[in-house]
């Protein structure tokens, strides 16, 4: 079942960029979808289109089969339904402290104050962030801030979930936590569009991928749809797993064969050599 629909749409900046042309995006209901792209391809602009912060030039969104209409009951609906995680977390914290912020969505919804009380509890654990309920955002490292900007969306429970970028900045431990915190969101139900540099995550946890170049979505599809096309990859400045990578070079340089596309993932890996 379509979730979120993107019929081609285009949108252009007041300064007259077109940043996005002829873009049509299909995300199906339970899916985890990953965004790739090179810098100022568009994800960011497409992502804004999604829960009508921003208004196609041209072309309609669809979410849970209704069309964004950019009135004011329209957009309080798909907001209720579609929670962004910006980019810049600064884009999103404004609260004097943390607990507040991440108690805005949920208050903001029309719940109790002992329900966002739970909320922000549960929230601010689920990213890892207990212990700095009283803290003012600004007071925060880079990390530190999209954790928090992470959990004020998490409390609002959206039906789909889409994060900007949701890793940059973190640490390894940090990033790999927030990547497990989606899979598990997604397992209870929740829909995942991300948009991420990081190659070698993809595979692991997205159901299927889009990539997107000059405002065009250049390839859709699996992982392995995806990334056995190396001239995609290549045209969007994305680079092979580095698992990938490790075969390509067994095969050219050590004269290890094999007729298998490459791994993608560790996982994939083993039963490739497990195979051999
Ligand atoms: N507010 C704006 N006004 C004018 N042009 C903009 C604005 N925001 C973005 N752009 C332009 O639109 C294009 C798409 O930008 P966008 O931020 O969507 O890219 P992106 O794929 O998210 O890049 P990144 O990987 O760097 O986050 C770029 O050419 C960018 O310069
Ligand atoms: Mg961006």
Do not use: C, W
Request: hydrophobic residues 40%; without cysteine.
């Amino acid at each position: 079942m379509t979730i979120i629909e993107a019929k081609n749409i285009s949108y252009k900046y007041p300064d007259g960029t077109k940043a996005l042309n002829n873009v049509d995006f299909v995300v199906n209901k339970g899916n985890i979808v990953a965004l790739l792209g090179p810098n100022g391809a568009g994800k960011s602009t497409l992502f804004l289109n999604f829960n009508g912060i921003l208004e196609p030039t041209e072309g309609k969104v669809f979410v849970d089969g209704k069309e964004i209409l950019y009135n004011k009951k329209s957009l309080l609906e798909v907001r209720q339904k579609v929670g962004i995680v910006f980019q810049n977390p600064d884009d999103q914290l404004f609260a004097p402290t943390v607990e507040e912020d991440v108690a805005f969505g949920p208050l903001n919804l029309g719940l109790s104050q002992e329900e966002t009380k739970n909320r922000v509890v549960d929230a601010l654990k689920r990213v890892g962030m207990e212990g700095f309920e009283k803290k003012p955002p600004h007071h925060l490292s880079g990390g530190q801030k999209k954790r928090i900007a992470i959990a004020g969306i998490l409390a609002m429970k959206p039906e789909i979930m889409i994060l900007d970028e949701p890793t940059s900045g973190l640490d390894p431990k940090g990033a790999s936590k927030i990547l497990k915190l989606l899979k598990e969101l997604n397992n209870e139900g929740m829909t995942i569009i991300i948009s991420t540099h990081d190659v070698d995550a993809v595979p692991i946890y997205a159901d299927f991928i889009f990539v997107i170049k000059n405002g065009k979505i250049i390839k859709k599809g699996s992982s392995h749809e995806v990334f056995d096309d190396i001239s995609v990859i290549r045209d969007a400045n994305l680079r092979l797993p580095r698992i990938a990578h490790l075969i390509e070079i067994l095969e050219k340089k050590d004269s290890f064969k094999s007729s298998d596309a490459y791994p993608l993932t560790i996982g994939e890996a083993r039963r490739y050599f497990a195979e051999e």
